[in-house]
């Protein structure tokens, strides 16, 4: 399971880096005329967000530099809401912090796997697992932003009311870490069934001005699908519920 999370968490920017290349001039003319990037700095941001998804995904797949990965993944994710102004859409912004939180949550999973001693500068000098604790704690704060999307934004009718609660349960349970794996196999499944229902990109025609933004939506959740997956297979982490238990 852990290789499908970390392929799942990548795989929108894999999708992202095959847009871009397959509607260069779309997206070059969009940046010029929409965004004022003038001369070629339309094609050399476009170039390094898609040489930078490329190679730090596969990094990630492969756990290989996984700080360097999750680094250069985190910078696009800035670089892009800035770039394409998304920074002040609140449903990009949500969407935005779980991808972030299931990096984190990838990061995580790394120290947890490995004896290397990573040291980042101006942090306090704390031993290596409290820092993964503290890791793990903000990743699970992030990865509930999507929930949050959902429950805040959109017409309130009695069936999304009862599912935003029982959402809402369920990100609170990961964010305080209690039964924390049940929880989290619950979002997953709400995710995974919200996705498709929701973001069908495929039923709509190839020239339909949504579809790019529901496969983008799509690739995006699975992501986030792949963060939560990650927390099933590591755990909460020290700073949980769950872990404080097992001390009593």
């Known amino acids: ?19 871009i290349i397959t509607q260069w001039d779309d997206q070059v003319f969009f940046l010029r005329k929409h965004r004022s990037m003038v001369g070629g700095s339309a094609q050399l941001f476009l170039f390094l967000n898609v ?47 779980s991808v972030v939180g299931g990096l984190l949550m990838l990061l995580a999973d790394a120290f947890a796997s490995s004896k290397r001693k990573v040291i980042f500068a101006g942090l306090p000098s704390i031993n290596e697992t409290d820092k993964n604790a503290y890791i793990q704690l903000f990743a699970r704060i992030l990865l509930v932003g999507l929930f949050l999307s959902f429950i805040v934004q959109g017409e309130f009718t009695f069936l999304r009311l009862t599912v935003s609660a029982i ?25 995974s069934i919200f996705n498709v229902v929701l973001n069908s990109w495929w039923n709509l025609p190839e020239a339909h001005p949504q579809r790019d933004f529901l496969k983008y939506d799509f690739f995006q959740t699975l992501s986030i699908v792949g963060g939560f997956l990650l927390l099933v297979n590591l755990g909460p982490g020290g700073l949980s519920v769950d872990e404080k238990k097992k001390n009593f």
């Open 1 to 19: 399971m852990p290789v499908i999370a970390r392929f799942l968490l990548v795989v929108t920017f894999y999708e992202d880096s095959l847009r």
């Open 167 to 191: 959402a809402l349960v369920g990100c609170v349970m990961v964010v305080v870490g209690f039964k924390a794996r049940w929880s989290a196999w619950m979002l997953v499944a709400f995710l």
């Open 51 to 97: 040489l930078v998804m490329l190679v730090a995904s596969t990094l990630a797949v492969a756990r290989r530099y996984t700080e360097y990965a999750v680094a250069g993944l985190s910078l696009v994710v800035v670089a892009q809401s800035i770039g394409y102004g998304f920074i002040f859409d609140s449903s990009f912004f949500f969407r935005a912090l």
